[in-house]
């Protein structure tokens, strides 16, 4: 359960970190700013459609902002 708790607040640190606002930067990503909202406050529970949009949203493979999450988080 350690991933889950700390994965709405990774998005949401690496999204601010960019300087980008939550509509903006869902928008720009195929992804519905209530949805993002949703996952950056633990509302929402991620699928892997969602991940794969994240990853690419920051310019990785699912694979590298996975990585990413564990070397910052873990």
Request: charge should be positive.
């Amino acid at each position: 359960m350690q991933y889950l708790d700390k994965f709405p607040e990774y998005i949401k640190k690496r999204r601010t970190k960019l300087g980008i606002s939550l509509n903006s930067f869902s928008w720009k990503n195929g992804i519905e700013p209530a949805t993002l909202s949703r996952y950056e406050n633990g509302k929402h529970s991620f699928s892997f459609e969602g991940v794969i949009k994240l990853a690419k949203a920051f310019g990785q493979t699912p694979a590298e902002f996975l990585a990413d999450f564990e070397k910052d988080c873990l």
